[in-house]
């Protein structure tokens, strides 16, 4: 056996079992904004802090029964989305809820847990590449800042030298294309 494998081996059994992430001590939410040929996918991930856990999981859990049904994270997740505001060349595009879950209650309470809400739209648009997409997302009722990341598909036919990110603001992306000529 590898050396590397006894290392992981012993780290798996001294944990007793899974490997567990650090408790967040402070909230974080970040969107992963892809950019494919012929859509916009979303992934919001809230991480709620062990501090405030157990408030995300009341106010997800609108039935106060201690669990967290589809239609709660759902309805969640849907507030969230709308929260949202996707511009592709001054245009407003809608997202749609693709999905969206919770860890379990004692990982969200815990500061281990997350919410991850997929949302996405299909654009014809892309076929004539945008000079400019700009996202936000304005949900603050956990906390006020979140990190948005842009991705490009590979059909994206620009350099760094070519995109201009501009995060002027602490939940808004706005991507420039200069195309070549």
């Known amino acids: 056996m590898k050396p590397m494998n006894w290392i992981l081996g012993g780290l798996f059994t001294l944990s007793g079992g899974a490997l567990w992430a650090h408790p967040h001590t402070q909230v974080d939410q970040q969107v992963a904004l892809t950019l494919a040929q012929d859509r916009v996918m979303v992934e919001a991930i809230i991480v709620p802090s062990i501090e405030a856990g157990a408030d995300v999981w009341a106010m997800i859990d609108q039935n106060g ?4 049904s589809a239609t709660e994270v759902n309805q969640f997740a849907q507030g969230v989305i709308d929260a949202t505001e996707l511009l592709i060349d001054g245009a407003p595009v809608s997202l749609n809820l693709t999905a969206a879950t919770v860890s379990e209650m004692a990982q969200t309470v815990a500061g281990l847990g997350q919410i991850v809400i997929r949302a996405s739209t299909d654009t014809g648009q892309f076929t004539a590449q945008p000079s400019n997409v700009s996202f936000a997302i304005n949900y603050e009722t956990i906390a006020h800042d979140w990190y948005v990341q842009p991705y490009l598909e590979r059909h994206w036919q620009v350099t760094l030298q070519d995109l201009q990110i501009d ?7 706005t991507l420039g294309f200069n195309y070549p000529s």
């Not at 995060?167 to 992306?173: E, F, G, L, P, Q």
Request: zero cysteines; hydrophobic letters at 25%.
């Open 167 to 173: 995060r002027a603001t602490h939940n808004k992306v």
């Open 65 to 68: 029964d201690g669990q967290i």
